[in-house]
């Protein structure tokens, strides 16, 4: 088992449709997508983050890369946790260049990156199976850095490092540090240390143990409750009015704050 991944750019564009989309042909295709390899665009036609959801970004301001892994030794069961440590990674990158900030950055589920009440990054990562074990896998990662002109709709509930630190921010020193954060977070995927991977989740978990309003997409129905964890097949865990706890897959629930 090889939980040692080093991440690399080793295919960079100016334009394309999606880089997760460019990784995924080429794994399939057998051309030399490599464990550790990055690809990186400037400007991303296509980018999209969870279901339908567009990634806005302007071009050459940040960062839009996936990271190509092979991580085999995780049961299809645990494909969560390669989201969590990608979000992981993210956030102690963002900690690292906003440290006064530091406490405020959060992940929410199931794969957006916070500051305060504002997305500063997402993450959509897609998994290759074979049988009971995953073949492959690609990280995909949008990261607001340089980011000033969100449009109109964005405007209040996205921010960049950027705008937070109130000066420009080199780019390629904020892929080193992602890199480098990556590269600590995905050897937690190892079996024996999947609990420091959960716990390092939860502590960094948006809205947990705290009442907040949600809306339940099947029935429409807007209730409070409160964020108790993410179970490990990666489905929110929420205590309900009455103390029970419900378990809701993404399609399931909207966050109203």
Known sequence: ?????????????????STNETAILDINAGKGADAGAVYWTEEQSKGRGQGSNRWHATPAANLTISIVAYPSHLPVDRLFALTQLTGLAVADTVRHFLPERAAEVRLKWPND?????????GVLVQNGLRGSQISWSVFGIGLNVNEKNFPQELKTTATSLRLLAGTDIDRETVANQLFSAFSKAY???SPARLPELDQAYHQSLYLKNIPAPYRNTETGEHFTAIICGVAPTGQLRLEMSDGREQLFSLREIGFLR
């Not at 088992?1 to 394309?16: E, G, H, I, Q, S």
């Open 113 to 121: 990156v916070y500051v305060g009440k504002q997305k500063i990054a």
């Open 1 to 17: 088992m090889n939980t040692k991944l080093f991440p690399k750019v080793a295919r960079w564009y100016d334009t394309l449709a």
């Open 187 to 189: 050897e937690l995927t």
